[in-house]
């Protein structure tokens, strides 16, 4: 079993709880791991033959532009979608940061990371 990283992903959203967070927005990175077979790939060098990074990605940013209040929703519709949309992939994690949150004190990010294996 093989593991695919997508790190550092940036988006502009409009997460959080606070009216002003649905309004002006704020940057989020999402770091994303997953499990998958990946032996027929690496012996036939076919793309088909994996998990497309690219699709992965696309999936996650199309998720990133749903507004939603908690990081938590966010990061368990990610999930969910991906283990429907890839039937091979065993096990995925993702993490959220939002950076510079409105909590009333300088810092760089608060974050939420959530991490689920195929039933």
């Known amino acids: 079993m093989s593991m695919i990283a997508i790190e550092g992903m940036e988006f502009y959203s409009y997460h959080g709880c606070f009216k002003e967070e649905k309004e002006i927005g704020t940057h989020f990175i999402v770091d994303f791991y ?3 077979d990946t032996t027929r790939a ?9 998990v497309s990074y690219l699709d992965v990605y696309q999936l996650l940013k199309k998720e990133m532009a749903v507004s939603s209040n908690l990081l938590e929703h966010v990061a368990r519709r990610m999930l969910k979608k991906t283990f429907a949309a890839y039937e091979t992939i065993e096990w995925a994690q993702v993490k959220i940061q939002k950076m510079n949150p409105p909590l009333g004190g300088k810092m760089k990010s608060v974050s939420f990371t959530l991490e689920e294996k195929r039933p």
């Open 34 to 36: 997953f499990r998958n």
């Open 42 to 50: 690496e012996i036939t060098d076919d793309l088909k033959e994996t």
